[in-house]
């Protein structure tokens, strides 16, 4: 932890006794960005009042930002040197300084804050708290937006940490950010770097917004004239208002963070964006949004964001995949460009037909899928599980339409010279440049670098589930018929088999459907069972993208005469110690 943000979290120490550590991120979150925005303030404090006395409203909303540049104010007569003049005053005076701050600011009620200053102030702790904050000059001069939003990460993940939640709720890694933004600016490169270049960046799930902060870090160091609008929801009340606070901070629009759950109302519903990204929870349910999506899906049919299909209740984020597809900006105004993190599951989860099957149908079908990369594991605070990157595109490259790029980065990691909760491992600049020029290289990998990247057509996922009888028997072994004389299925024979698009050299995909079925069933079916026969009723498309068994590397199994040498000196050191118990 950096030295600012210890010192910080130690102001915690004021705390011991009157709250119990779990609790302690209610304090010093709002706290600092309190402290934030007031630094911030200081310089034009004066001119606000002044102006505060000739508008009100809207009107002096539009003369702050005229005079200021300032998206936000504050029309209190208290600022944090002043409130330590009156200390028998403090807790009327401080929640009228934060009533104070213009309508856009309502992140310190998703705090609660004037429970917790009331609380405070009984227990005797309030002076001491505002008196220790007033230290920290969090001045943009003094810290810049970055470091703020480091500042942020790491207060939050030592609340996290001390309240034993799952800190990859609220952010993620800045190493897992910044590939992930690199790959979506990567097919951009020359048009981001032209001068008045405007881009618009949305994130769904935009936790405390550090997906939304390295977006615009990672352009303006392409750009420092470029400038790029940010939007985000998020459904958490204190990292949505981390998350807005931030941005009011970085001179953005605060009404473009909206508080709400993304998947039962898209607060952006008029909106699509030049790029998304997010990192939705993975393995969560959506019981709670689900009546809204069902009734959204019936409503808005296969063209809304989840016509595509519905995944099982118990796990959401392939929603999130369908969603940002929904929201990148359309082909006929440019297109955009998506990235999400997922765990495994979406690649393969859900037989032929089911709605996690018809998702990456649709996506495939479509076009949309440019690369998935595998991230290595231990990469994330929460999880030491295997994490993918989607990366969607609705207006591809020429070279790249009609494919699929996998890569494997899972072995460009360096370890962590100290655990941050699950995360061992770090993608350095060095890794994320080179996993940035196999994405960029695409079929033309250097000699080092082949082995990692593989490129696939969208038939190359696909398959056929087909449905093959037996006829049942009876008693003397005859098959039993129907009225039309058609021998009846035996339910306990009844087996499917998966027939890929590509069995038998077939290069029609989809198409090619009842010529490379029935090629299957003569070779691998019929052979075996002669009376079987095809059921072409209960035939559905399945896709799956089994991304471990492309990449897996044969490893041999260690000589005999090795293992017999281990197990030999394993015996031996347990007979010694039996005849020590013996002794």
């Known amino acids: 932890m950096s030295n600012l943000g210890t010192f910080v979290w130690s102001i915690a120490d004021q705390l011991r006794g009157v709250y119990k ?11 600092t960005i309190l402290r934030r925005l007031d630094c911030i303030l200081e310089p034009t404090r004066e001119q606000v009042r002044e102006l505060a006395t000739r508008f009100e409203g809207g009107a002096l909303d539009l003369q702050v930002k005229r005079a200021t540049g ?31 701050f213009s309508a856009s600011i309502d992140v310190f009620e998703r705090f609660g804050f004037e429970t917790e200053v009331a609380k405070l102030d009984e227990k005797n702790r309030l002076y001491l708290v505002v008196s220790k904050f007033a230290e920290v000059d969090l001045h943009p001069n003094v810290l810049s937006n970055a470091d703020m939003g480091d500042l942020f990460e790491e207060l939050i993940r030592k609340f996290a940490e001390a309240s034993n ?64 609008r940010l939007y985000g929801q998020e459904i958490n009340d204190q990292s949505y208002a981390i998350c807005k606070s931030d941005m009011i901070a970085k001179g953005q629009d605060a009404t473009n963070i909206k508080l709400g759950d993304t998947l039962a109302e898209d607060l952006f519903w008029d909106r699509q964006f030049d790029f998304c990204l997010a990192n939705p929870p993975y393995g969560v349910d959506w019981k709670a949004s689900e009546a809204a999506v069902k009734e959204e899906r019936a ?20 929603l999130f995949l369908t969603h940002l597809a929904a929201k990148m900006r359309p082909r006929s105004e440019g297109g955009g460009r998506a990235g ?13 037909g089911s709605g996690p099957s018809e998702i990456r149908r649709y996506l495939l ?7 998935i990369v595998a991230l290595p594991t231990d990469m994330f605070f929460n999880t030491g599980i295997a994490t993918y990157i989607w990366l969607l595109d609705n207006t591809k490259a020429e070279q790249r339409r009609g494919y699929v790029q996998l890569i494997d980065a899972t ?45 696939f057509t969208a038939a190359d996922f696909g398959y056929w589930t087909i449905t093959v009888e037996r006829p049942l028997l009876d008693e003397a072994g005859n098959p039993v018929t129907d009225r039309k004389g058609q021998p009846k299925p035996d339910t306990k024979k009844r087996d499917t088999e998966n027939v890929p698009f590509t069995y038998g050299g077939n290069t029609r995909g989809a198409d090619g459907a009842e010529a490379t079925i029935k ?19 209960k035939t559905k498309v399945g896709y799956e993208i089994p991304f471990t068994r492309h990449f897996y590397r044969y490893v041999p199994p260690r000589p005999l005469a090795e293992i017999d040498a281990d197990l030999e000196k394993q015996v031996a050191r347990i007979l010694e110690l039996l005849r020590e118990v013996e002794g």
């Open 21 to 31: 550590p779990h609790q302690y991120g209610g304090v010093i979150l709002p706290f």
């Open 70 to 100: 300032l998206t936000f104010h504050n029309t209190s007569a208290f600022d944090f040197g002043t409130l330590l003049q009156d200390p028998e005053g403090l807790r009327a005076n401080l929640l009228d300084y934060v009533n104070g």
């Open 165 to 228: 939640e799952e800190a990859g709720e609220h952010y993620t890694p800045r190493d897992a950010i910044k590939l992930m933004v690199d790959l979506l600016y990567s097919e951009e490169n020359i048009s981001l770097i032209q001068p008045g270049t405007v881009r618009t960046v949305y994130d769904p799930t935009a936790g405390t917004g550090g997906m939304l902060s390295v977006a615009e870090e990672r352009l303006v160091e392409r750009n420092p004239d470029a400038r790029l």
């Open 299 to 318: 409503r808005t049919g296969p063209d809304g964001r989840f016509g595509p299909g519905l995944p099982a209740v118990s796990d959401g984020q392939m």
């Open 340 to 352: 999400i993190v997922l765990n495994g599951s979406p690649l393969f989860n859900g037989g032929a």
């Open 365 to 371: 079908e479509n076009d949309l899928v440019e690369a």
């Open 411 to 455: 072995s460009f990691w360096t370890k962590l010279r100290k655990s941050l909760g699950s995360k061992r491992r770090e993608l350095d600049e060095a890794a994320r440049a080179r996993i940035v020029a196999i994405h960029d290289n695409f079929d033309n990998q250097t000699e080092g670098d082949a082995e990692f990247s593989k490129i």
């Open 519 to 537: 090629t299957y069933m003569d070779a691998e079916v019929l052979p075996h069972v002669p009376d079987a026969w095809l059921d072409p009723k």
